[in-house]
């Protein structure tokens, strides 16, 4: 699932091609991909029609297109959602599932699924925590690339949890936008085990750790995020290149980088867990 670098190529996509224009005409190829808007399809499609597209957004993980009437629509990439930016008249894609038309003819916006896990919704936009989000995003936490982040209040907030390290990054209350891939690569870079509990975490460590994941998180963004398998990529059907540069996540078997140590794989809340056995040994009391 894109995490935030991957969900930031797209937003920076979208910002360029598709803020400040006009939807005339929105085609919903595909019931589940609005099934989040409970009104319905043609609801959904109706109330976007002359709507102007003010800004694309982000926090964490989560992404939308925010609209002049104080409304959003929120994109759920899923696992294999794509916004992708296409002149009109360009073979419709095989798992297109939602088009948007403009006013000025350009290029559309399409939003193609091949596992329909994703979807759009339209959504109010409230105030939280200083920052209009639409309401479904009100309780995220803000990411560590976010210039409003509170890193001390991030940290105390980590080290007051009592439960796996890990297990708190991906916690998207605590701090958004980290996923499976930044945390275990944040986790190596700080020489901690994903099992380490919270509350035996130093503030120095804890501190160290958002660090960490601010710092892998920048670079993944300058290689474009990573992709796995051609089912993420930006608006314009690119891949990212980060996937080279991970020293941990995906490289069971391969020696670290650091100690040459075998990289092992752990069962991880239905997933999985990448470490070095030798620089990130598994804590006596550990939270699994």
Known sequence: MPELPEVEVV???????????????????????VRRHEPGP???????????????SRRGKY???????AEAIIAHLGMSGQMLVQPEGVADEKHLRVRVRFADGGPELRFVDQ????????????????????APV?????????PAFDPDAAVTALRRKRT???????DQTLVSGVGNIYADESLWRTKLHWARPTEKLTRAQAGELLSAATEVMTEALAAGGTSFD???????????????????YGQEGKPCRRCGAEIRRDPFMNRSSYSCPRCQPMPRNPHV
Request: glycine residues 12%.
């Open 138 to 146: 009100a309780h995220i936490a803000r990411d560590p690339m976010d």
């Open 164 to 170: 796996g390290v890990k297990r708190a990054l991906l």
């Open 63 to 69: 992404l939308w297109l925010e609209l002049d009437g």
């Open 42 to 56: 043609a609801d959904f499609a109706g109330r976007l029609a002359g709507r102007s597209v003010v800004a694309a």
């Open 115 to 134: 596992r329909t896990f994703g979807g759009l919704a339209l959504a109010d936009m409230v105030e939280a925590a200083g920052a209009a989000v639409p």
């Open 11 to 33: 937003r920076r996509g979208l910002d360029a091609h598709v803020t400040g224009r006009t939807i005339t005409a929105v085609e919903v190829l595909n019931l589940r991909a």
């Open 230 to 248: 051609a089912l993420y990529v930006n608006v314009n059907g690119q891949s990212g290149y980060f996937e080279r540069s991970l020293a941990v």
